[in-house]
């Protein structure tokens, strides 16, 4: 096995000033499992983050990418994540989620506050903590009026 720390790519899709979050299936073994977090994935070999991005997002929500940009670069121990920025150009029910337990269009606030219910779950369910880092950074950059 390799000790290579493996690269993601990861989307934040953002709506009438909402971004749209995955809570995590609750799986032991996942990374944050039952968390929210972004859509995305592990680049296969050979692929851009770019082109694992368009790749994850149709696999995960079908939903085909308009232009995206790249945001910032978070390396931790788990993995380096490549984030990139893209206008979420539908409706939640035009969305298919093929992976993750629920999906939700969240608020700033929500964001901030580090956790958001859903009705799927029942339940109040925390953010997975470099996913809260970067969603505060976005919504810092981004969403100015909201701080």
């Known amino acids: 096995m390799s000790n290579q720390v493996p690269h993601v790519a990861l989307a934040i899709l953002y709506q009438n000033g909402k971004c749209l979050m995955q809570l995590r299936d609750d799986i032991p073994g996942i990374n944050y499992p039952g968390s929210w977090g972004l859509f995305g994935g592990h680049l296969e070999p050979g692929e851009t983050p770019e082109i694992a991005l368009v790749r994850e997002i149709i696999e995960e929500i079908g939903y085909e990418l308009p232009s995206f940009t790249k945001f910032a670069v978070y390396p931790n121990e788990k993995a380096i994540c490549h984030i990139f920025q893209a206008p979420l150009l539908v409706g939640l029910e035009q969305l298919v989620l093929n992976e993750g337990w629920d999906m939700g269009l ?36 981004s969403f100015p009026e909201s701080n």
Do not use: N, W
């Open 106 to 141: 969240l608020t700033p606030d929500d964001i901030r506050q580090g956790s958001c219910y859903s009705s799927i779950a029942g339940e109040v369910r925390p953010f997975g903590d470099m996913h809260q880092r970067i969603m505060l950074d976005f919504i810092s950059k």
